[in-house]
């Protein structure tokens, strides 16, 4: 490599006469190195078994029997093992103690764990899943020909429909095995729900639900092992187009819903690699507001619906 960068130096200052030729090599090398991956920067070793301080990881290659590796303790301390044992496949490696804490699930011989050394990301995550809304819808009573009222069917108790997130988020992670994530996503539910007037007319209630939602959360990347991912945090979402629609043969609405949900969300999935996660979950969460039918001069209160909104994704940081 030294040899070609020194042929390119050579022939640009030939070209242009008053570059050094050892330092435009230099320049060269540091350009080169920087667009480049060194491969001082070794593969990430997953810890497969272990028991007290002796560790069982895959793959071997790259270790040599003899050689000192560093790997990174759950609660972020460092410590340095020795490579006793390798197969084609696996290696063995061993701390010099009568004690050794849990390991995290990752290491590398150029002296960081993993992503260890890394302490912000910045990712996306999406989703797609059920979307619940518990609110009660009673019908006014029909008035028959004689002027009396008939008897109101049973409410619409609650709405449900197809829902989907994604967004971005941003992680803060002091160890490699949990993190402080703070995503913001855009939530897009149709909800609907119906009941049957004593004139067998339909009265139909839908609700869409368009918000901005800001998701702080603690996520655990590896729970209990390094395959599994928990994650537990709030949910905070504003309305920024949410509609609710409501028609019967004699009522036909159509307006805006003013409200706030908040609650909490609560998932778990399967780590993929060192980035990429598969989940499943669900948010939990209470609204807050009202909308208002024109003809009628006070707002309709919404009674504290309970939302529900369970779902599956990606969670992804980088």
């Known amino acids: 490599m030294s040899d070609f960068l020194q042929r390119i130096g050579m022939a640009w200052t030939k070209s242009v006469g008053f570059v050094r030729p050892g330092a ?135 709405l449900s429909g197809g829902g989907f997130t994604a967004g971005a988020m941003m992680r803060f992670a002091p160890s490699q095995v949990f993190g402080f994530d703070l995503g913001v996503s855009f939530l897009s539910a149709n909800t609907s729900g119906k009941t049957v007037l004593s004139n067998q007319d339909d009265y139909l209630v839908n609700a869409k639900f368009t918000e901005v939602v800001v998701l702080p959360a603690l996520s655990i990347m590896r729970c209990i092992s390094k395959r599994l991912y928990c994650k537990a945090g709030g949910v905070f979402a504003i309305p920024v187009g949410s509609k609710i629609s409501i028609k019967s043969s004699s009522l036909s609405v159509d307006t805006a819903m003013k409200y706030n949900r908040v609650g909490g969300e609560f998932a778990a999935g399967l780590n993929l690699g060192s980035a990429f996660t598969l989940a499943g979950g669900a948010q939990v969460s209470m609204i807050k507001g009202s909308f208002l039918i024109p003809e009628q001069a006070d707002p309709i209160l919404l009674q504290n619906p309970l939302t529900v909104f369970v779902f599956g994704g990606f969670v992804a940081a980088f």
């Open 24 to 158: 435009l090599t230099a320049l060269l090398f540091m350009f080169m190195t920087a667009i480049v991956p060194s491969r001082a920067m070794a593969e990430e070793y997953e810890i497969l078994k272990q028991r007290k301080c002796t560790l069982l990881v895959t793959p071997s290659a790259g270790l040599a029997v003899g050689q000192t590796v560093q790997a990174e303790a759950n609660d972020g301390r460092r410590f340095t093992f020795r490579v006793t044992k390798k197969s084609k496949r696996n290696a063995t490696i061993v701390l010099r103690s009568s004690r050794c804490p849990p390991i995290s699930g990752g290491f590398s011989t150029g002296g960081s764990s993993g992503r260890g050394g890394k302490k912000f990301y910045l990712g996306v995550l999406g989703g797609g899943g059920l979307f619940t809304f518990k609110q009660p819808f009673t019908p006014e009573g029909e008035v028959a020909q004689d002027g009396s009222v008939a008897d109101a069917p049973q409410p619409i108790n609650g």
